[in-house]
C-alpha cells in the first residue's frame, strides 16, 4: 500500500482499500445527495406534476435494477473474500459475474429511456424528468465507470485493488438504492 501505510487519512486509513478512493466515494455521495435535496424541493413545489410525471416511470423495472445491483454487491463481496483466501480465479470469477449484472442494470435502464423517448418524452418535457434523466443518468455514468474500474482491478487483483474497486462499487449500489424510492415510489 505505501503511501496510504504512511500519511494519516483521517481515518480513511482504517477503511478497506486505497484511502484516495474514500476521499472519492464522499465527494460522490455529497454529489448525489444534493442532487435528491434539489430533486425532493423541486417535487415540494409542483407536487401535483411530479405525481403525474413519476406514474409513468416503470417502478417494476427500477425494482428489478434494485435487485440486480444489490445483488451483484453480494458477488463484489464473494470477490473480496476470494482474494483474502487467495483464489485469483474465484475472484475473477465474481467480479465477472457482478460486471454481468452491472451490464444487465444498464441495458434495464436504456431499455426504460428508450421507453420514454419513444413516447416523446425527453429531459426537456418537464422537471421531473429533466432530474429524472440527469440523476439516473449520472449513476448509470458511475455504473459504466465502476464496471471499467472492477475490470482493472480484475487484471491486478491485489488486495488492496480488489477492495479498492468493490468500495467504489458498492457506492454506485447504495446511491442507487437512495435514488430508486427518491425518484420512483415516494409521492
Given at each position: 500500500?505505501g503511501d496510504?501505510?504512511?500519511?494519516?487519512?483521517g481515518?480513511?486509513e482504517?477503511?478497506?482499500?486505497h484511502p484516495?478512493?474514500w476521499?472519492l466515494?464522499?465527494s460522490?455521495?455529497?454529489?448525489?445527495?444534493?442532487?435528491?435535496?434539489v430533486f425532493?424541493?423541486?417535487?415540494?413545489?409542483?407536487?401535483?406534476?411530479?405525481a403525474?410525471?413519476?406514474?409513468?416511470?416503470?417502478r417494476?423495472a427500477?425494482?428489478i435494477?434494485?435487485?440486480i445491483?444489490?445483488?451483484?454487491?453480494?458477488f463484489?463481496v464473494f470477490a473480496?473474500h476470494?482474494t483474502?483466501?487467495?483464489d485469483?480465479?474465484?475472484c475473477?470469477?465474481w467480479l465477472l459475474a457482478?460486471?454481468?449484472?452491472?451490464m444487465i442494470?444498464l441495458?434495464?435502464?436504456?431499455?426504460?429511456?428508450m421507453?420514454?423517448f419513444?413516447?416523446g418524452?425527453?429531459?426537456?418535457s418537464?422537471?421531473f424528468?429533466?432530474?429524472?434523466?440527469?440523476i439516473t443518468g449520472?449513476?448509470a455514468l458511475h455504473v459504466?465507470m465502476g464496471l471499467?474500474?472492477?475490470?482493472?482491478?480484475?487484471i491486478?487483483p491485489s488486495?488492496?485493488?480488489i477492495?479498492?474497486?468493490?468500495a467504489?462499487?458498492?457506492?454506485?449500489?447504495?446511491?442507487w438504492?437512495?435514488?430508486?424510492?427518491v425518484?420512483y415510489l415516494?409521492?
Amino acid at each position: 500500500m505505501g503511501d496510504a501505510d504512511d500519511a494519516n487519512w483521517g481515518g480513511l486509513e482504517d477503511l478497506p482499500g486505497h484511502p484516495i478512493m474514500w476521499v472519492l466515494i464522499l465527494s460522490e455521495l455529497v454529489v448525489f445527495g444534493a442532487f435528491l435535496l434539489v430533486f425532493s424541493a423541486a417535487r415540494i413545489s409542483d407536487p401535483i406534476g411530479f405525481a403525474s410525471d413519476q406514474v409513468q416511470l416503470d417502478r417494476v423495472a427500477g425494482g428489478i435494477n434494485t435487485l440486480i445491483l444489490l445483488t451483484s454487491g453480494l458477488f463484489a463481496v464473494f470477490a473480496v473474500h476470494a482474494t483474502k483466501a487467495g483464489d485469483i480465479l474465484r475472484c475473477r470469477l465474481w467480479l465477472l459475474a457482478t460486471s454481468v449484472l452491472g451490464m444487465i442494470f444498464l441495458i434495464i435502464k436504456f431499455s426504460e429511456y428508450m421507453g420514454k423517448f419513444d413516447v416523446g418524452i425527453g429531459l426537456e418535457s418537464s422537471t421531473f424528468f429533466t432530474l429524472y434523466f440527469l440523476i439516473t443518468g449520472f449513476h448509470a455514468l458511475h455504473v459504466v465507470m465502476g464496471l471499467g474500474v472492477l475490470g482493472v482491478v480484475a487484471i491486478w487483483p491485489s488486495r488492496i485493488n480488489i477492495e479498492t474497486g468493490t468500495a467504489f462499487w458498492h457506492m454506485i449500489d447504495m446511491v442507487w438504492v437512495l435514488v430508486f424510492p427518491v425518484i420512483y415510489l415516494v409521492r
